[in-house]
């Protein structure tokens, strides 16, 4: 009872993965063997993508991945896993980080969460000093505790999006920083999906026959200038079903081209339009959380009925 009550992390990710496999359209089922075998070679993988390539996805496929699934041995291995969200507070700072592995060890792993329970100093960690002194946090309640026991099996902690925990919050630590500061964490071995050239190909072409009906030549120039980025094959599509026509031989190569494309087709090219946004935008911008729409409406001075409607379905 004392895990429940005195440090569990209220950090909670479940809600976030289940919603990005339930997104999931393509299974990269090809992946398996590449993670595996680069997991038997070293302790520590990177997985590296530019946006677009599928780096979240493939970490809910393995959270998510049932007793059939070719993932289904990369999840056996998963004792924690943590989600940074650049637009979540709690998910960005160490020590909701520290303990949330830790909440996420006890609660599945037993072998593992007793030697964290039974030291007294991990405990006295997660109750008292986290947010203080994150870096022997980690060492303490984490690596320390798992570093005694004695076993052959091999246990996987997954971050997804490491990147969005650089953004700085008050004067809590980066966990990135956190992380490096641990000679025993550094070395690392990446994996780069950008590089998996005609494999993310053949993914964007299942993913256009499966949302689709164009044809041969539009398909295969809407793979050819997105490079296999999946995000981009998606928005784009999503972008050409708003408008009446759409020509694939003139695919913005960048997914800043489509979001730019789209933001001009739903607020209009003209500047008074685009001025009715600005407030919205500026608020949007400078959240560091979710916010309630009733509350943005309130904090941009929205009161029109029809804006608030087009917004709604922008």
Same mark, same amino acid.
């Given at each position: 009872?004392?895990?429940?009550?005195?440090?569990?992390?209220?950090?909670?990710?479940?809600?976030?993965?289940?919603?990005?496999?339930?997104?999931?359209?393509?299974?990269?089922?090809?992946?398996?063997?590449?993670?595996?075998?680069?997991?038997?070679?070293?302790?520590?993988? $990177?997985?590296?993508?530019?946006? @677009?390539? @599928?780096? &979240?996805?493939?970490?809910?496929? /393995?959270?998510?991945?049932?007793?059939?699934?070719?993932?289904?041995?990369?999840?056996?291995?998963?004792?924690?896993?943590?989600?940074?969200?650049?637009?979540?507070?709690?998910?960005?700072?160490?020590?909701?980080?520290?303990?949330?592995?830790?909440?996420?060890? !006890?609660?599945?792993?037993?072998?593992? @969460?007793?030697?964290?329970?039974?030291?007294?100093? #991990?405990?006295?960690? $997660?109750?008292?000093?986290?947010?203080?002194?994150?870096?022997?946090?980690?060492?303490?309640?984490?690596? #320390?505790?798992?570093?005694? /026991?004695?076993?052959?099996?091999?246990?996987?902690?997954?971050?997804?999006?490491?990147?969005?925990?650089?953004?700085?919050?008050?004067?809590?630590?980066?966990?990135?920083?956190?992380?490096?500061?641990?000679?025993?964490?550094?070395?690392?071995?990446?994996?780069?999906?950008? &590089?998996?050239?005609?494999?993310?190909?053949?993914?964007?072409?299942?993913? /256009?026959?499966?949302?689709?009906?164009?044809? !041969?030549?539009?398909?295969?120039?809407?793979?050819?200038?997105?490079?296999?980025?999946?995000?981009?094959?998606?928005?784009?599509?999503?972008?050409?079903? @708003?408008?009446?026509?759409?020509?694939?031989?003139?695919?913005?190569?960048?997914?800043?081209?489509?979001?730019?494309?789209?933001?001009?087709?739903?607020?209009?090219?003209?500047?008074?339009?685009?001025?009715?946004?600005?407030?919205?935008?500026?608020?949007?911008? #400078?959240?560091?959380?979710?916010?309630? /729409? &009733?509350?943005?409406?309130?904090?941009?001075?929205?009161?029109?009925?029809?804006?608030?409607?087009?917004?709604?379905?922008?």
């Amino acid at each position: 009872m004392r895990f429940k009550h005195s440090w569990m992390s209220d950090v909670d990710f479940d809600f976030y993965v289940q919603e990005l496999y339930n997104a999931s359209i393509i299974d990269r089922d090809w992946m398996v063997p590449e993670l595996t075998s680069f997991l038997e070679m070293k302790k520590h993988v $990177l997985l590296s993508a530019q946006l @677009g390539y @599928g780096k &979240s996805s493939t970490v809910s496929q /393995i959270l998510c991945a049932e007793v059939y699934s070719h993932w289904n041995h990369i999840r056996t291995m998963t004792v924690a896993y943590h989600m940074c969200r650049f637009n979540h507070k709690d998910s960005i700072q160490s020590s909701n980080f520290i303990r949330n592995l830790a909440g996420k060890i !006890v609660n599945d792993v037993p072998e593992l @969460g007793n030697a964290i329970l039974a030291d007294v100093y #991990a405990l006295d960690y $997660l109750g008292f000093k986290c947010e203080k002194d994150p870096f022997s946090c980690l060492e303490v309640v984490i690596i #320390a505790p798992l570093k005694s /026991i004695q076993t052959d099996s091999k246990y996987l902690v997954i971050i997804d999006a490491l990147d969005e925990c650089d953004t700085p919050m008050g004067n809590d630590l980066k966990i990135n920083k956190v992380l490096y500061e641990f000679k025993i964490l550094q070395n690392v071995i990446e994996i780069d999906l950008d &590089s998996f050239t005609h494999k993310n190909y053949l993914d964007a072409l299942r993913f /256009i026959d499966t949302t689709s009906n164009l044809t !041969v030549k539009d398909k295969d120039q809407l793979v050819n200038v997105s490079d296999g980025n999946l995000l981009l094959v998606y928005s784009y599509l999503d972008y050409c079903r @708003g408008n009446v026509s759409c020509e694939f031989s003139k695919v913005p190569n960048t997914l800043e081209y489509i979001y730019h494309a789209n933001l001009e087709r739903i607020v209009g090219t003209n500047g008074t339009s685009f001025e009715e946004w600005t407030a919205i935008f500026e608020v949007l911008c #400078a959240a560091v959380s979710p916010i309630k /729409i &009733s509350e943005l409406f309130e904090m941009t001075g929205l009161y029109d009925d029809k804006q608030k409607e087009n917004f709604r379905c922008f």
